[in-house]
């Protein structure tokens, strides 16, 4: 196992470095110059554009600039933004918990409810219920969430006026960051539960939209899952000595059928990202995603460098890190990869 | 994994999903050839009424079947226009990523060493940087347009391409005819693309299938953004992002084109479905 780890290790390493090249080459292709931008209506007096060059580093040949961006990028300085002045790093973390809370509400919100249909389903296979179940996940599976995330906000914000249409929390309160968390940081605020309220119901159509492929997903992996640990010897065994379907349900089949859930929802890390980008832009939502797209617009260069960086370190990590259970899980597949 | 056309049609008869997303799919196809002829009135003619409501609405025009939007553009007509970007953006990132994903795929397999671990380092970094943000920072260096986003999906596809061929080339490469066309001298490239490849088509189709669909989300995705295909094209993402000001007041406006967005898409994925479970022996057996 421990050779296993160390192969898998040595492996990141050129992907790692790859990316890094790939999103700093990646930046500096796309057009426009944010000197200019920066410098905006005030006009391009020549040595002042030469002076702002200077101080932001960019007059420097590309392998020094890239250079700096690695040594930096190691020591955890991802540089500042061209914007706001303030260093990406902060400014990164000061959005992730954001996301994260969206990205956590979402997962819980396709969890509790994928792995009841796909165990239903699988329980059911080939009934009505199954078609029906089945069928509405690969609708959810296809969801475009741009469209879903503007209908959720027709039904439950514009027509019944339940929820906010944006933002994540009521303007009314003031919250005090602690954790980044809102729902956690609201009830040390001054008004406490009601503005615990206003956050719980601030997240829920973000949450809904963001979770609704993770859902389909669980539910169609629980259900196969299901069905090919339904399938074999031992459940049989214990339906023969007459034990109860609901301990075979839950304490036999679903736990073995967890690890192949797992792995699937782990891999999925990517496409929450994806996910995010879309909810956050409609939902006005300030995570990462909607400040990464704003500073695409804006050519924010290390904004757009350190972001893809940390994102696409934080991907291949959990990839490798479920990997790394699966293999666990599953000896047999610690020879297969190389 | 040998699968006559055939076969392969009797099994996706039995299943009634896969046969509803075909039908759907040729439905969808037939408007987007014949949609121009259609279509009541062209994708960017103007009228006076404004912000119609469709046949089932209060603020009715006979005219306009479905509505018009907030420039009194029709529609029902708009939306058969799309159909024809969309099928478009279907066809032209299918082959483009099918194209490079499968070439990469077939070196990478074949030759393995080096090659394999070039490419393979390649795809990983690919792979590691979710789609969206991927196609939006290609899409920020060629510029916005249909072609380019076209280029910037096709490009986020190549992954799932080249492991699928890679993997199928693999198995198939330690087989006895690859060996005894080796031993008769028979020339590498006829090798791969005449023996090998054949034999590696039925994840191959059922990839085709998936990447349409994931395609044509993707660039409605991009369209949405801004960075997509660009106004006045009649593209159902764009009318969507459009339409996102009128909410209130003409709720259909936003929801018909994510509708035919999610339906085309939806349709894909049930003949998708289908195909895996009449192409994969593995599932056959089970049932």
Same mark, same amino acid.
């Given at each position: ?105 979402? =997962? ?6 994928? /792995? &009841?249909?796909? !165990?239903? #389903?699988?329980?059911? @296979?080939? *009934? ?76 829920? =159509? ?6 609704? /492929? &993770?859902?389909? !997903?669980? #539910?169609?992996?629980? @259900?196969? *899952? ?84 940390? /994102?696409?370190?934080? !991907? ?23 | ?287």
């Amino acid at each position: 196992m421990l050779t296993y780890i160390f192969k898998r290790i040595l492996n990141l390493i050129p992907t790692l470095f790859g990316v890094t090249v790939v999103a700093f080459i990646l930046i500096r292709l796309v057009p426009g110059d944010p000197v200019m931008l920066l410098l905006g209506e005030r006009g391009a007096d020549p040595a002042v554009y030469a002076e702002m060059k200077q101080n932001l580093g960019l007059d420097q040949p590309l392998l020094i600039q890239y250079k700096k961006f690695i040594t930096n990028a190691l020591q955890g300085d991802l540089g500042t933004s061209l914007i706001s002045k303030r260093k990406v790093s902060e400014e990164f973390i000061g959005r992730f918990g954001a996301t994260l809370e969206l990205g956590m509400a979402a =997962l819980l919100f396709a969890v509790l409810l994928g /792995i &009841p249909i796909g !165990v239903i #389903a699988a329980l059911k @296979r080939n *009934s009505l219920i199954d078609y029906f179940l089945m069928g509405t996940s690969l609708v959810g599976y296809s969801m475009p969430i741009f469209w879903w995330g503007i209908i959720l906000i027709l039904i439950f914000s514009v027509t019944l006026g339940l929820t906010p249409v944006s933002g994540r929390i009521s303007v009314m309160f003031e919250v005090d960051r602690i954790t980044g968390f809102m729902l956690i940081d609201s009830l040390f605020s001054e008004d406490g539960i009601d503005a615990f309220h206003s956050a719980a119901k601030s997240i829920i =159509l973000p949450a809904v939209a963001m979770g609704t /492929i &993770p859902l389909a !997903v669980t #539910a169609r992996m629980t @259900r196969s *899952s299901m069905l090919e640990v339904l399938g074999q010897d031992y459940i049989r065994t214990a339906k023969a000595k007459g034990t109860p379907v609901l301990k075979i349900v839950f304490i036999h089949a679903l736990r073995n059928a967890l690890i192949p859930i797992i792995t699937v929802l782990g891999l999925m890390f990517g496409s929450i990202i994806t996910g995010a980008i879309l909810t956050e832009t409609i939902f006005s939502w300030p995570g990462i995603g909607k400040w990464i797209v704003a500073s695409i617009n804006a050519r924010d260069y290390p904004v757009i460098q350190g972001g893809i960086l940390v /994102i696409a370190t934080m !991907v291949i990590t959990i990839n490798f890190i479920v990997d790394l259970v699966y293999a666990w899980a599953n000896p047999r597949m610690r020879g297969g990869l190389k | 994994m040998t699968n006559n056309i055939a076969e392969i049609f009797n099994d996706l008869k039995k299943n009634k999903g896969a046969l509803i997303g075909l039908i759907i799919i040729i439905f969808f196809v037939f408007l987007a050839f014949f949609g121009p002829m259609l279509s009541p009135f062209s994708e960017s003619e103007l009228s006076q009424h404004l912000l119609q409501d469709p046949f089932w609405g209060s603020k009715y025009n006979a005219n306009h079947l479905l509505g018009t939007d907030d420039v009194g553009r029709d529609t029902l007509s708009r939306l058969l226009y799309g159909s024809r970007v969309s099928l478009f953006i279907g066809v032209f990132v299918t082959i483009l990523s099918g194209f490079i994903g499968t070439l990469l795929g077939l070196l990478a397999g074949y030759f393995g060493g080096t090659v394999d671990k070039i490419i393979m380092r390649m795809i990983d970094i690919l792979m590691a940087l979710p789609s969206i943000l991927l196609a939006i920072v290609v899409v920020s260096i060629l510029g916005p347009g249909l072609v380019n986003a076209i280029i910037a999906v096709a490009i986020v596809s190549i992954p799932s391409f080249t492991r699928i061929v890679r993997a199928g080339v693999i198995d198939e490469k330690q087989k006895q005819y690859v060996q005894a066309a080796k031993t008769f001298g028979t020339p590498t490239t006829q090798i791969i693309f005449k023996e090998i490849l054949p034999n590696c088509t039925a994840p191959l189709i059922i990839q085709t299938t998936l990447c349409f669909s994931d395609g044509i989300l993707n660039a409605a995705a991009l369209s949405f953004l801004g960075l997509g295909a660009q106004p006045p094209t009649a593209e159902w993402g764009i009318m969507l992002s459009d339409a996102r000001s009128f909410i209130e007041s003409s709720p259909w406006l936003v929801t018909l084109p994510g509708l035919c967005i999610l339906i085309v898409v939806l349709s894909f994925n049930l003949l998708g479905d289908g195909l895996r479970d009449a192409l994969d022996p593995r599932l056959k057996k089970g049932k």
